[in-house]
């Protein structure tokens, strides 16, 4: 399936999953260490965590909001004015998280991740200048994209697809994938860093 497929068919802790996923990727950006969001995470892993009915996060949703407050202090920036658009977009995924663990609003929050993850790594990607402004199309392969953008479209569909076949399961591989991507994004901003200086 598809990247928009798999956020289209996931349930809640799948969706919730995806958008934090997309954001741990994308810490770096906010000057965050790598256990940043380690808290929500371990949320998503309670055992209790089972997705009601209704498309909540069953017992994770009680303490999300609470999670994702405690993260977005740790995250708080300076003011955004004298930001390029990767640290905002990155920002904005963290300031659009919903309080609520909730399927609809999970599912747009991971859809629009999805879509910032994307244009942050084409933005960064060293590669990618020829499409920069262009958006990454989600509903076929990584063919001709640029290798940092493939790698993230891989990785997005990679947690998507763990979650669908595994559960909870399939968080921990989940969040080695992320982690991944994370040292990746990492050293690509370093290095935009220095060759700024």
């Known amino acids: 399936m598809s990247l928009v497929e798999l956020i289209a068919r996931a349930d809640a802790r799948g969706l919730a999953a995806s958008g934090l996923a997309c954001l741990d990727r994308c810490v770096p950006l906010l000057d965050g260490d790598d256990e940043a969001l ?15 009915a209704d498309g909540t996060c069953g017992a994770a949703g009680r303490d999300w909001a609470e999670g994702l407050a405690q993260v977005r202090d740790k995250l708080a920036g300076p003011d955004a004015g004298g930001e390029d658009e990767a640290v905002l977009l990155a920002r904005r995924m963290l300031e659009a998280a919903p309080a609520a663990c909730t399927g609809p609003a999970l ?44 790698a993230e479209l891989r990785r997005q569909t990679g947690v998507l697809e ?24 990492r050293a690509v901003v370093s290095r935009r860093a220095r060759g700024r200086a």
């Open 38 to 52: 380690r808290p929500l995470w371990a949320l998503l892993a309670d055992d209790d965590a089972d997705h009601d």
């Open 107 to 150: 599912r747009t929050w991971a859809d629009a991740c999805s879509v910032a993850s994307l244009r942050i790594h084409r933005l960064l990607d060293p590669v990618g200048d020829a499409a920069r402004e262009a958006d990454v199309p989600r509903d076929g392969g990584t063919e001709g994209l640029p290798p940092l953008v493939a």
């Open 162 to 185: 763990l979650l669908a076949e595994r559960g909870a399961a399939g968080l921990r591989p989940a969040l080695e994938v992320s982690t991944e991507g994370r040292r990746v994004l």
